[in-house]
């Protein structure tokens, strides 16, 4: 039978005693073979995070020569992990002391960074008897810093073939230069997906603090419906727009195997989760909408031309300025003499946008140029939105109810989603009439 690849992060590896309930998990289903770990998140409201302390470590390092007084907390931190989980014969201090010398060493954020998974790996990997599988020796990236899928793929399967139970840290592997490079925050989750497709896994299990994927936020909806079964494509749109349950590139090894990804609790493993899965497999649940989400401060830059349709090479002309100051949009809705660059405000930093704005007019010549500024994106997404007449008419009728001033309208051909931009004052507005409309539950 086909393995499950099991990720753990967050405040599931905080201390000891959530360490023991992760083993049990893993122990409770012999297919569950293979364990990628993040680094210990926080006990409590207020606690640090091992990798933002390992990051303060680098910084200390860096100018003080050594990190010692910050890299005493961690030390303090794992020492109090391994005497939590009874483990009397695993010497944690010699590999903490090894640990403290490297950093100081080689003064590097992502070798710095990526010790808390490390770290945790080798403990738990003693805990539950499994062998421990340094990400360095199987993770790769070529020298444009993509992952190196072939070599990676081949290293992964080596080091884990027969083999019965592994623990690997996540977050980071080796670059083409040879040292630990890391992904971007969170990416133990790219770490846990890339495993899962080396192995050819049943199913790729997320382990978190949460129960799965809500509808929309539940700081702004009381109590949102949760989502059982969800998409690539749909959890892809809804992790873009800001749902962060899991990071939106850890969808992309196992998409392309075809694995499932569940999301679970911890804390609560007899809870069902979230089941996302594959376009082949993904049956329509009946819902008109699955989720909804959004994001706050993007700017608008709004352009008229005649007969700018007629013109060849318009829009290449336009987005050559943005490439040129390694700008990237996030939309760009057109009509037959109009076009909108929606971007990201806090890449528009003082004086960047009067020059966006000079070098497009000399590139294309406009009749008309515009700026909107603090526009909030909202994202309606769901497969069952294509089948159902009458869904924008639903949604626009929401936000007039609403008293809410749609300033643009973006929806691709796939009819998967229907993104609105307001204002940014309106997004909590926006987001709770959605989700009134469509779930028909009023929030306060």
């Known amino acids: 039978m086909k393995p499950i690849v099991c990720k753990f992060g967050g405040s599931s590896l905080a201390d000891g005693t959530n360490i ?6 893993l ?15 926080k006990r409590y409201s207020g606690d640090t995070k ?7 470590c680098f910084r200390e390092a860096t100018e003080k020569g050594d990190c010692s007084e910050t890299f005493a907390k961690i030390r303090k931190r794992f020492t109090s992990i391994v005497e939590e989980l009874d483990m009397s014969g ?10 403290e010398k490297q950093i100081d060493e080689q003064r590097s954020a992502d070798f710095t960074a990526s010790r808390g998974e490390y770290l945790n790996a080798r403990v738990i990997a003693a805990k539950l008897g499994w062998k421990f599988v340094d990400a360095k020796d199987i993770i790769f990236f070529d020298g444009s810093g993509a992952l190196d899928e072939k070599r990676t793929y081949a290293e992964i399967a080596k080091h884990l073939d027969g083999c019965d139970g592994a623990v690997i840290p996540g977050f980071y592997g080796t670059g083409s230069d040879g040292k630990i490079k890391t992904f971007s925050r969170g990416g133990s989750d790219i770490s846990g997906s890339i495993v899962a497709r080396a192995v050819n896994a049943e199913l790729y299990e997320n382990w978190t603090d949460v129960s ?44 392309k195997g075809d694995i499932p990804i569940k999301i679970k609790n911890t804390f609560r493993p007899q809870d069902p989760g979230t089941l996302i899965l594959p376009s082949k497999q993904y049956v329509l649940q009946g819902n008109i909408v699955t989720g909804i989400a959004g994001k706050k401060d993007f700017t608008v830059i709004f352009l008229e031309k005649s007969m700018m349709n007629a013109e060849i090479g318009f ?30 405000s806090k890449y528009l930093t003082e004086g960047v946008l009067d020059v966006l704005l000079k070098e497009i007019d000399e590139a294309v010549h406009p009749d008309y140029i515009r700026v909107l500024e603090n526009i909030a994106l909202v ?37 998967l989603n229907i993104i609105v931009g307001i204002d940014n004052d309106d997004y909590e507005k926006c987001v709770r009439a959605v989700y009134h409309a469509f779930f028909g539950k009023k929030s306060k």
């Open 20 to 25: 023991l309930k992760v083993c049990e998990i």
């Open 27 to 41: 122990k409770s289903d012999p297919n569950r073979k293979y364990a990628v770990v993040s680094a210990p998140g």
């Open 50 to 56: 091992v990798t933002d302390l390992l990051y303060q």
């Open 90 to 99: 695993f010497h944690i201090a010699e590999i903490l002391d090894e640990t």
């Open 212 to 255: 799965g994927f809500l509808t929309c936020d539940p700081r702004i909806v009381n109590s949102p419906e949760k989502i059982e079964v969800i998409s690539f494509k749909e959890l892809r749109e809804l992790s873009y727009m800001g749902a962060n349950v899991l990071h939106a590139d850890s969808i992309f090894p196992v998409r």
């Open 315 to 344: 829009a290449r002309k336009v987005l050559s300025v943005l490439e040129a100051h390694k700008i990237c949009f996030e939309h760009m809705p057109s009509g037959i003499d109009t076009l909108s660059l929606v971007i990201e």
């Open 379 to 415: 994202a309606t997404v769901g497969h069952g939105m294509a089948s159902n007449i009458g869904t924008s008419a639903k949604l626009f009728r929401a936000l007039s109810e609403a008293d809410i001033n749609v300033r643009m309208i973006d929806q691709g051909s796939s009819e």
